[in-house]
């Protein structure tokens, strides 16, 4: 049974920090990229950072600089370090792994993240 767990998200003062975590069971982790999108009320989802089965990593340009993606293969985690926290993050975080032979990707149930004073 495939499980991704988001965890880690929560209510912070703008210009804080949190780091989400994505725990998954079930698949071979070290062959999966990963991604981690957010959704906002009434808007679609958007991707923010990804992070390939090498450990190169990409970010949308609206938090370039102050998120960091990262894994750790030896337990089937990955990070999503966020700093400089803005209200316009206040958002659904959902991470995504994808197989990189097939493609097949997996969502966790998300974690809420709300940046407000």
């Known amino acids: 049974q495939v499980q991704l767990v988001e965890s880690g998200g929560g209510l912070v003062q703008p210009g804080g920090s949190l780091r989400l975590s994505c725990a998954t069971s079930g698949i071979s982790f070290r062959a999966y990229d990963v991604n981690w999108y957010r959704q906002a009320p009434g808007k679609q989802r958007d991707l923010v950072a990804t992070?390939?089965?090498?450990?190169?990593?990409n970010y949308a340009g609206s938090v370039k600089g102050r998120f960091a993606i990262s894994r750790d293969n030896a337990k089937n985690t990955v990070y999503l370090q966020m700093d400089s926290l803005k209200p316009e993050d206040t958002a659904v975080y959902y991470c995504?792994?994808?197989?990189?032979?097939?493609?097949?990707?997996?969502w966790g149930q998300g974690t809420q993240v709300t940046v407000s004073s």
């Open positions: 995504y792994a994808q197989y990189v032979l097939s493609r097949e990707g997996y």
């Open positions: 992070i390939n089965i090498a450990g190169s990593t």
